[in-house]
Every structure is written in structure tokens, then in C-alpha cells.
């Protein structure tokens, strides 16, 4: 049993849940910056906390819950890819705007294949409340035993999709179509396309969504290559491309690998988009520094980053989220096309 002794004077949860005519759940909720509350019953537990001049006692309440105060970003990459790739970064910053408005602590966890399991142990030792799981493979097997031991929403959906997970993704099929319509609607015909890894939904979806529409124009893609979302994959990944012949027109599935598809490109003599158009994905700070500027699917990452701390803050509140959220993609017209 644990016994919280309130300070002589000061307000108790059950107090304020009282006054506010709501029940002691509820004041936790808003106490914890949870969205499932309405405006209502939000705003008469805050007047309820104002007037009984309520502090929540952070240590008894962890006591008494096993709560941490503390939810766990983890990102099965490497170091390298953590801190190089524009989009995590951007999705990790909208993460942390909606838990700036929480007593909740964020701890970024980069788990490469999680050797000896110290990732899932950690995690299913009740040391975070919650966790995030953000630019997750195929084979990282290692967070179905994460899943197991605690809330868990994804960034994006999973090959191996199941209908209990929760997940925030953008319409990767939806941005593969209309890249490759807009490269249509260019006159381009020779299109070939540069993907992620074939171990991440995203670049499966984005793959998915630029063949369909090249189908129903009676074409197919002169080139497939994988470039493994990276810089230099988009490279190397371009030059198997040339070697085989020119395209016109190049779907890169993001901003990163279409900046080496560019290096390459000019290294070739091929003026953009004269010889050859361009299509990027994300819409992320790359796209406006490159040269030419890069026409790009724009994916909202700082929003879905947001939108996945509500989703779990949400779990942890005892609510019922929704299972998967789609968000909506456009395409930014630069230089490029």
C-alpha cells in the first residue's frame, strides 16, 4: 500500500474532481494534457484547480499509478540516420510541442536491431509509461515485444500490419500517384523511380501509388531501384538507373535521395528538368536548398508528430483512439519539372 500525505492546507485530486463536478479520472486527464476531456468539464477542473490552489503531487501519483511521467521515442536507425534525415527530425519536433503541454518527458531511444534486447527490456521493465515508434522495418521484430508490455502507436503503418495497432501515417499511395501524375501531365514518358527499402510500408505504399497511375496511362517504369532513403543511396541508385538508359522524368520516394539523384544527374551533364524532371517526397527543408528546387510531395511530418503524442497520451488517459490515421499529402511545384 502506498499512503500519499498531503501537506496541511493544500487540495487533494478528490477535491478538486468535487468541485469541478467531474470524476477523479477526468481531473487527471486535464491535469496530464490528455485531448479526451471536453472543453467543459476541461474548463471547470481548471477553475476547480484555481480555486483550491491544486499542485499535483507528481511523486505520490507515480507511487500510487506506476506512472513515469516519461514516454519513449524509439527509432530503430542508427545514429547516422537519426540525425541526418530531415523528416525524423521534423516528426520528433512535433512530438515534442504536443508534450510540452503535458508533464510528460520524452526519451529518445535509437535501437538498431536492438542487440541483446537492452531496448525491450528497458522499456518492459515499466521504466516509460508509453512508447513511439518512429522509421520502423520489417525485421525490427524486436518491437512486437515492446507492443506486448506497453502503449505502443506507430509512425506509419508496418508491412506486417495487425488490426490492433494504433498508427499515424501519411497517404504514401496517395503522394506515389500524384508524383507521378504531375510528371505525366509534364509529358514525361521514360519515368523511372528511385524507392526506400522494401522493409518499410512507406516506400511499399509510395511505390505502390506511382505504378497504378503509370498503368493507367498504359506505361510502366523504365527503372526500379532501391535507394534506401539516403543520400548516397539515391546516388548510387541513379547511376545503376543511367546506366541502363536516360529517363525523362525521376520519382525519388524522398527529398534526401533526390538530393544525390540531382549531384548525380548534373555529374552526367543532364540539365533538370530539360533532360530529366524530378519529383521528391517530403517537402522537407532539402527541397528549397537544392539545385534546381525540388517539386515534392509534401508530407505534413510535423503534424503527424503531433498527432501520434495525442493518440498515445490518449491510451495512457484509459481512451479509445482511433486505430490508424491517414494524413492527407499535395504536391509542392518547384523547380524541377
Known amino acids: 500500500m502506498v499512503v500519499s500525505v498531503t501537506p496541511h492546507g493544500a487540495s487533494t485530486i478528490e477535491e478538486v474532481a468535487e468541485r469541478a463536478g467531474v470524476s477523479r479520472s477526468t481531473v487527471s486527464r486535464v491535469v496530464n494534457g490528455s ?13 476547480a484547480i484555481d480555486d483550491l490552489n491544486y499542485v499535483p503531487n507528481r511523486a505520490a501519483r507515480s507511487l500510487a499509478s506506476r506512472h513515469t511521467q516519461a514516454i519513449a521515442l524509439v527509432v530503430p536507425e542508427d545514429t547516422a ?4 534525415d530531415p523528416f525524423i527530425a521534423s516528426v520528433v519536433s512535433g512530438i515534442q510541442s504536443r508534450l510540452a503541454r503535458t508533464d510528460y518527458i520524452l526519451n529518445v531511444i535509437l535501437a538498431n536491431g536492438d542487440p541483446g534486447d537492452k531496448t525491450t527490456g528497458f522499456l518492459r521493465s515499466g521504466s516509460v509509461d508509453g512508447a ?3 522509421s520502423h522495418h520489417d525485421n525490427d521484430t524486436f518491437i512486437d515485444r ?57 516506400a511499399l505504399d509510395r511505390l505502390e501509388g506511382f505504378t497504378a497511375a503509370l498503368a493507367e496511362a498504359g506505361l510502366e517504369a523504365v527503372a526500379v531501384e532501391d535507394g534506401d532513403f539516403t543520400e548516397a543511396g539515391g546516388a548510387l541508385a541513379t547511376r545503376r538507373i543511367l546506366a541502363a538508359g536516360t529517363p525523362d522524368a525521376l520519382f525519388v520516394a524522398s527529398d534526401l535521395m533526390a538530393r544525390g539523384a540531382l549531384q548525380v544527374l548534373r555529374e552526367a551533364g543532364l540539365a533538370v528538368p530539360g533532360d530529366v524532371a524530378v519529383v521528391g517526397f517530403d517537402d522537407s ?34 481512451g479509445a483512439p482511433e486505430h490508424s490515421i491517414v494524413m492527407p499529402v499535395d504536391l509542392i511545384v518547384r523547380d524541377s519539372t
Open 81 to 84: 540516420r537519426f540525425f541526418g
Open 35 to 47: 485531448p479526451a476531456v471536453s472543453e467543459v468539464a476541461r474548463e471547470s477542473v481548471r477553475r
Open 132 to 134: 513511439i515508434i518512429v
Open 146 to 202: 515492446i507492443s506486448g508490455a506497453i502503449p505502443v502507436v506507430y509512425g506509419g503503418r508496418r508491412v506486417r500490419v495487425r488490426e490492433s495497432d494504433h498508427v499515424v501515417d501519411s497517404d504514401n499511395v496517395a503522394g506515389g500517384r500524384i508524383a507521378a501524375e504531375h510528371l505525366l501531365g509534364r509529358g514525361r514518358r521514360r519515368v523511372a523511380t528511385i524507392t526506400g527499402p522494401a522493409s518499410m510500408r512507406s
Open 285 to 318: 527543408a532539402v527541397a528549397s536548398t537544392t539545385s534546381p528546387t525540388l517539386t515534392t510531395v509534401r508530407q505534413p511530418s510535423s503534424a503527424q508528430g503531433e498527432r501520434l503524442a495525442e493518440v498515445l497520451l490518449e491510451l495512457l488517459a484509459g
